[in-house]
């Protein structure tokens, strides 16, 4: 069995390919939002479950970010940055898979600011 630690890394390590893919299309004004919000949602939930993974709490399979957060508060945790923003990519978490669509236009500045910090929170986190 892993050690928590280690499963933290290995979290880490799959957030850093989604926002290694977030930063290659976020330029790209020919890329649609959807594929973009959902590797930043998927950045974001797999750093969550790092942290997660660390203090060993469990977790079921999900992609919802509000419920991970949840976790966080009741095991008292620390908080990842733009914590209250961060169900705003919720949605996207699921749009590739069932090809749905949003109604609003994503900031993609302001996404890729949220996941290169909480990306920073949750390496400092498990370093």
């Not at 280690?6 to 799959?14: K, P, V, Y």
């Not at 733009?82 to 900031?107: K, S």
């Amino acid at each position: 069995m892993k050690q928590p630690r280690d499963l933290a890394r290995r979290f880490l390590a799959l957030a850093e390919r989604d926002a290694r893919t977030l930063a290659a299309l976020v330029d790209h004004r020919d890329v649609d939002d959807e594929p973009i919000g959902f590797h930043a949602q998927q950045a974001v939930e797999k750093c969550l479950k790092a942290i997660l993974a660390l203090h060993r709490i469990p977790f079921r399979k999900t992609h919802d970010l509000d419920e991970l957060l949840d976790l966080l508060i009741e095991n008292k945790l620390p908080q990842p940055p733009h914590a209250d923003a961060l169900d705003e990519l919720n949605p996207y978490g699921v749009l590739l898979c069932y090809d749905l669509e949003v109604n609003h236009p994503l900031d993609r500045d302001q996404v890729q600011g949220m996941v290169d910090a909480v990306r920073r929170w949750a390496t400092d986190l498990v370093a």
